[in-house]
């Protein structure tokens, strides 16, 4: 590992606290999106669907 | 212009342009993290603490920008009253207060060594605090209220309310006596920091200014999903309800 000096735990857990929010930030996003989509799914399997998509039109 | 903001236009437009822009992302940020631990040198002064600002200093960027985002977003909304700019808003939010939470913290983590204590009740580490704690706000009021129009024009008038505190993050170091140093990347003359900290500076905020708008993009695919569930669960009680009504 290399040699960051007398604070080098503090550049270090900066970079922790920025990987983990963001990380956490992109984990949180997915899982919404795949939560909202089986929801929609779901939906289209029970025939359930929007008008604008019945009628081809943009929303 | 109107077709750009169409939800089902932005639903196909995104779903080709997120892939690239997480790929552009990750090659950013692999170029970006080599440079700021092994081209970039030691500051004279700082030492090897100056690695933080590689990270500290987009995160306050974008803490900026998001919160202007939904400012414009908000206009959007209150002017033309159009549902994508209320979308775009609302997916903001929680983004900013991510970014602005983790300026916040590796600025306190840079303090430490640097000035001897992680906080300081000075002008632009407050004014950073009375940021994060907006974009709280805008997140509980969204919450707080189900009507889902309504709930928009109020996080609207609020986070426009609330733009008072960007020029005065900006120029606190200016206006008042603070331990924060004052602007040395965009200031007038030209930045003071020396080209081999300056460049992996520039890459890791062009980095981090992708990864948010890749973020925003997928945020608010995800909240035009919720929304489009929102209105089938309309749409199977109103269906629900019709025989019942016929009899």
Not at chain 2, 161 to 170: A, D, E, Q, R, Y
Request: proline share 4%.
């Amino acid at each position: 590992m290399m040699d960051l000096g007398p604070h080098a735990a503090f550049i270090w857990m900066s970079y922790g606290v920025v990987i983990g929010g963001l990380a956490a930030l992109v984990l949180w996003l997915i899982h919404d999106g795949r939560k909202q989509q089986a929801v929609l799914d779901d939906f289209e399997a029970r025939g359930i669907t929007r008008r604008s998509a019945q009628s081809g039109g943009t929303e | 212009m109107l077709r750009f903001a169409n939800p089902t236009w932005f639903m196909n437009f995104s779903a080709r342009l997120l892939p690239w822009l997480v790929g552009l992302t990750a090659l950013l940020f692999a170029i970006g993290l080599y440079m700021s631990f092994f081209t970039a040198p030691p500051d004279y002064q700082q030492g090897e603490t100056v690695r933080i600002m590689f990270i500290h200093v987009p995160s306050a960027w974008l803490a900026m920008m998001c919160y202007g985002l939904i400012a414009v977003s908000s206009i959007g909304l209150l002017v033309w009253r159009h549902p994508l700019a209320d979308v775009s808003a609302k997916a903001a939010a929680p983004i900013g207060a991510v970014f602005t939470f983790t300026a916040l913290v590796t600025g306190s983590l840079w303090g430490k060594p640097m000035w001897g204590t992680y906080w300081v009740w000075d002008a632009r580490l407050t004014s950073v605090l009375i940021l994060f704690f907006l974009y709280l706000g805008l997140i509980a009021l969204r919450n707080a209220i189900d009507d889902e129009v309504q709930a928009g024009k109020l996080s609207a008038i609020l986070a426009l309310v609330g733009t008072v505190i960007l020029p005065i993050i900006k120029f606190s170091v200016n206006w008042w006596n603070t331990l924060h140093q004052p602007a040395s990347v965009m200031r007038m003359g030209g930045s003071t920091l020396h080209s081999s900290i300056l460049y992996p500076l520039l890459v890791m905020a062009v980095a981090f200014t992708v990864l948010f708008f890749a973020l925003h993009m997928k945020a608010m695919r995800n909240e035009i999903l919720r929304r489009r569930v929102a209105a089938l669960r309309i749409t199977q009680v109103d269906e629900a309800m019709t025989p019942q009504a016929a009899e």
